[in-house]
């Protein structure tokens, strides 16, 4: 009987874990996360269509194999400061509640697996500053990650990529 206790107690630790595997990334001096489920491919920066009328932070889209793929620079988006492309850029290819839409940042560092304890939430900053997005602060070593909830601002109002919200509804 104790074998058959310590079974799903196995299965549930693997799949905490798995739910804790993030690539990070770099956007100038601060190195980010996002949930590496979420991650379709990695591929060097490449022209983009413009589209007329869109928001800075939208470069525009590139075909990829057949699918018309929204291009989002996370440095601009999140106001990083003055945006160089250069051969260190990197796209990040996300599949995000069933769409797939590219984000360019400065560079592709590692996939890490965090623990549970090495995951803080996110700061309360009051009206100061917006955290929706964030998932929460993952320390590795001496390093602090900035863990991104990359399907809640794919799916934000003011990104207007793709509605979740309606998805989730219908």
């Not at 900035?146 to 989730?168: P, Q, W, Y």
Request: hydrophobic letters at 40%; charged letters at 20%.
């Amino acid at each position: 009987m104790s074998t058959n206790q310590s079974q799903p107690f196995g299965t549930q630790r693997l799949d905490t874990s798995a739910a804790n595997e993030f690539l990070t990334f770099t956007l100038g001096n601060e190195e980010y996360g996002v949930d590496i489920l979420k991650v379709q491919e990695i591929r060097g920066y490449d022209t983009v269509t413009h589209i007329p009328d869109t928001p800075a932070f939208i470069k525009g889209v590139i075909n990829l194999r057949g699918t018309i793929v929204p291009v989002v620079d996370l440095r601009i988006k999140f106001n990083l400061g003055r945006v160089e492309y250069n051969e260190l850029t990197v796209m990040i290819v996300l599949n995000i509640a069933g769409r797939v839409v590219g984000v360019v940042v400065d560079g592709v560092s590692d996939v890490i697996t965090l623990e549970d304890n090495q995951i803080m939430p996110p700061p309360e900053f009051g009206g100061t500053l917006d955290t929706r997005y964030l998932a929460g602060l993952g320390t590795v070593d001496q390093r602090m990650l900035i863990l991104v909830d990359i399907e809640k601002l794919m799916g934000s109002t003011e990104m207007n990529l793709f509605n979740t919200d309606a998805a989730l509804a219908a």
